[in-house]
């Protein structure tokens, strides 16, 4: 009886043993399986998803840029289907990618996908979708999380309509120097049908400086998102307030263009649109910007690529030109920023051919109309308590001026 009670606890040793082996050895084989236990006991923390977006910009004839960030780092893309009146769970849907020189990112929390290679003037229907990123050791050792993405069930997907590659017709508005007043843009845009234009200009000092991601959001891009940006596209032309900031270098990583410059020309069938770049308004070596402003070689650069632009083809054969800048030119007498560019965009915008700019900067409504031998072109001067709708068609460009009470001025451009 001793013997067999001796051999009974001598094999449960042995089995205990073998066991704790067997465990210690698992954890050694498969390391993730630390990192799962790790994540789930953080599970308190807040839940993997979408914080910001998505938003349309940098619209073309063939594409458009859609931006959006999640709280922690993601592998994301867009599906992207026709508006054919197919469901959007009917077939699997072609998948874009945010990449980079031909890798998949996931390593980031904000999230550009360029989708290309479309059609014209063509309404697309889309979303996007992020799978959280738990740990990446190499390219085989990615350990992902849950996926987030848009709805296409109670609403449907998301839309949007790619710029026309003919004709002379494009409706599109203009707001400025809301100086972060999210609340005026709520109020201001309410009336806009944004079904029915093309894009939307935020032509500068859309805040008054940038510190931070959740800055520039709060201010103004989830308002505007929550109003039109997934489905109408924004075109921001920087104001001077944009330069200032300890973030404002990453503004551009926001609002991408197709050559990660501030200023672009594009076209809308047979009209186009200079965006430019006012850069600041004091000296360069003005104590307010720390030795860091630089603005004076800047425009510089950008007058030798208006020069380049103004001489090509798509610009020379376009029958309406329209350009965008925050600071109007029209003041002989004015800060050194406006001197700096009467100098330096005036002239070539004179020969040109330019039919109208859009300026903001002076918080005060003007029309101006062309100064002989001066400046060859209109400029109206928007305020931060209206909107400008502006529609061309038939060669005309009809301009109206709304304010929360309606509509306050008109101009026809022939």
Not at 48 to 53: D, E, N, R, S, V
Not at 62 to 91: C, K, M
Not at 251 to 260: A, E
């Amino acid at each position: 009886m001793i013997t067999y009670r001796k051999t009974l606890v001598n094999t449960l040793l042995i089995c205990l043993f073998n066991l704790s082996i067997i465990q210690v050895n698992t954890a050694a084989i498969n390391p993730k399986e630390k990192a799962t236990d790790k994540n789930t006991a953080t599970s308190g923390q807040e839940k993997f998803q979408i914080t910001h977006g998505p938003y349309l910009c940098n619209p073309s004839q063939d594409g458009v840029s859609i931006v959006w960030t999640t709280n922690r780092p993601a592998l994301s893309w867009v599906e992207i289907a026709p508006d054919d009146g197919s469901h959007f769970y009917a077939q699997e849907r072609e998948m874009v990618y945010a990449t980079e020189a031909g890798r998949k990112l996931v390593n980031k929390t904000l999230h550009q996908v360029r989708l290309e290679n479309l059609q014209p003037g063509t309404t697309y229907r889309y979303r996007i979708v992020s799978k959280e990123v738990l740990e990446w050791k190499s390219n085989s050792n990615i350990l992902y999380g849950i996926t987030a993405s848009t709805s296409v069930n109670k609403k449907g997907a998301y839309t949007f309509r790619t710029l026309k590659d003919q004709g002379d017709e494009v409706t599109f508005a203009i707001i400025n120097d809301i100086h972060g007043k999210a609340a005026s843009i709520k109020k201001l845009c309410q009336p806009i049908d944004f079904e029915k234009i093309d894009m939307l200009f935020l032509n500068g000092d859309m805040t008054s400086h940038i510190n931070s991601e959740k800055q520039i959001f709060a201010e103004y891009i989830d308002t505007l998102v929550s109003l039109c940006a997934s489905e109408t596209p924004l075109v921001l032309a920087r104001g001077n307030h944009e330069t200032r900031g300890e973030f404002a270098d990453e503004l551009i990583n926001y609002f991408p263009t197709k050559d990660g410059k501030f200023y672009q020309s594009f076209n809308v069938g047979d009209i186009n649109f200079l965006v430019l770049d006012c850069g600041e308004d004091k000296p360069d070596s003005d104590i307010e910007y720390s030795g860091l402003a630089d603005y004076d070689a800047y425009r510089e650069k950008e007058a030798r690529w208006l020069k380049t632009v103004i001489q090509s083809e798509p610009f020379l054969q376009s029958k309406k030109k329209i350009a965008i800048l925050h600071i109007p030119l029209v003041w002989k007498t004015y800060w050194h920023g406006m001197l700096h560019l009467r100098q330096t965009l005036l002239p070539l915008l004179n020969e040109s051919g330019v039919q109208i700019m859009f300026s903001g900067h002076t918080h005060s409504y003007n029309y101006l109309p062309p100064v002989k031998g001066e400046i060859n072109f209109p400029t109206l001067i928007n305020d931060e308590e209206n909107y400008v709708l502006c529609k061309v068609k038939d060669g005309k460009i009809k301009i109206e001026i709304y304010g929360v009470n309606g509509l306050l001025h008109s101009h026809l451009i022939e």
